[in-house]
């Protein structure tokens, strides 16, 4: 929609290294509040002579955020809502094809339901590689840090629109996918997320990283410009201490770098933003309960976020400082379909108030593939 040449330069050679270098791997590192795997099971013993199967699948989740003093980067709000999405489908061997709905609703609101999405999507899915198109939910996405999507964002905002394609080994993964959430030709409005991630294990050393890039075009949104492109990402290195597994349930350490880049289009001007900086991270858990502590320091990310908000920017809007640390206490119980959390963060930053957040979920989620009755 617009020259954009040094940030496309940077995309492609970000995407060049993340191909190359993370080869494949299971998520080690994890920041995702209560993120249940509904996706499609390999059918390993049906491959040999696949027979058509009936599915279904049910998520109903509940989450309450609160965030207080936080008014230098965000304002404080409290949100409560609920989601529904029955989902019914085909699977044959390793493919499926699922329709259903996504329900959610805000309490308070005035509406019934704040939103209705449709979903409707293809899945093939083996040991290995997972491929999704249509449309269908953050879920199957491997899990995200908060620097990328904020549990809120996540959990009202579940659609994806477009493909996403994995592939996982023992040690490690890749992922890639595009999200093409605005599309109004009549009205000059587009936006579209490329995401590409991946994370390779060595031991008890791991490498993960995730990166992003964000186009927008809208006039009705933009009073300065026209066009906004984004680009977001993060490199750590870490070690999990696995020599402790007989008593914590993960216990690791990583350091690295996050960054961004936003620019805007106004007339033939491109105006440039970059933020990036360091970040250094313990985690801890034992036995469901979980301690987290984050800290960033470098030059301050979301340039624009006093003006666009979460219509922009979907992670954790607190890197607009060039201080923060992040410190989280937890507890997440999962027993089948059922998981439940509660979580308490702190955000320490420049400003001299110390932000504070609650978050409360439960989550029911179920997939099922109902047999024919000559295989039971």
């Known amino acids: 929609m617009c020259r954009f040449f040094p940030i496309r330069l940077l995309a492609v050679t970000l995407i060049y290294i993340a191909v190359s270098g993370l080869a494949a791997a299971p998520a080690v590192v994890v920041e995702d509040f209560a993120a249940a795997d509904t996706t499609m099971r390999p059918a390993a013993e049906e491959a040999s002579k696949p027979r058509p199967q009936f599915r279904y699948a049910v998520s109903f989740r509940t989450i309450l955020d609160n965030l207080e003093d936080s008014w230098d980067y965000m304002p404080t709000r409290t949100i409560v809502g609920s989601t529904l999405t029955p989902m019914v489908g085909v699977q044959y061997g390793n493919h499926a094809l699922m329709g259903g709905v996504f329900l959610s609703t805000k309490y308070g609101s005035d509406k019934f339901l704040d939103k209705i999405d449709p979903r409707i999507y293809y899945q093939y899915k083996d040991e290995r590689f997972m491929v999704v198109a249509g449309l269908f939910s953050r879920d199957l996405m491997k899990p995200s840090r908060l620097f990328h999507y904020t549990t809120s964002f996540k959990a009202f905002n579940n659609t994806l629109h477009g493909f996403l394609g994995q592939y996982t080994t023992e040690t490690g993964y890749v992922e890639?996918?595009?999200?093409?959430?605005?599309?109004?030709?009549?009205?000059?409005?587009?936006?579209?997320?490329?995401?590409?991630?991946?994370?390779?294990?060595?031991?008890?050393w791991f490498l993960d990283g995730q990166f992003s890039y964000h186009h927008r075009g809208d006039w009705d949104l933009f009073v300065d410009c026209k066009v906004y492109d984004r680009l977001q990402y993060d490199f750590r290195v870490g070690y999990d201490f696995a020599v402790l597994q007989s008593v914590f349930r993960s216990l690791y350490l990583t350091a690295g770098f996050v960054g961004d880049a936003d620019?805007?289009?106004?007339?033939?001007?491109?105006?440039?933003?970059?933020?990036?900086?360091?970040?250094?991270?313990?985690?801890?858990?034992?036995?469901?309960?979980?301690?987290?502590?984050?800290?960033?320091?470098?030059?301050?990310?979301?340039?624009?976020?006093?003006?666009?908000?979460?219509?922009?920017?979907?992670?954790?809007?607190?890197?607009?400082s060039s201080f923060y640390d992040q410190l989280a206490v937890g507890y997440v119980y999962k027993y089948r379909w059922v998981s439940v959390g509660a979580h308490v963060l702190l955000f320490f930053t420049d400003s001299p108030k110390i932000a504070n957040q609650q978050l409360l979920s439960v989550a029911f989620d179920m997939d099922e593939l109902v047999r024919p009755r000559r295989d039971r």
């Open 176 to 204: 890639a996918l595009i999200d093409w959430y605005l599309a109004d030709v009549g009205r000059r409005r587009d936006g579209f997320v490329f995401r590409i991630s991946g994370a390779k294990r060595f031991g008890g």
């Open 263 to 320: 620019q805007k289009r106004v007339g033939n001007d491109y105006k440039l933003k970059p933020g990036y900086g360091f970040e250094a991270a313990f985690n801890m858990n034992w036995k469901g309960l979980y301690l987290r502590n984050t800290v960033y320091y470098g030059k301050p990310q979301m340039p624009y976020y006093t003006e666009y908000g979460s219509e922009l920017y979907f992670g954790d809007p607190f890197y607009h």
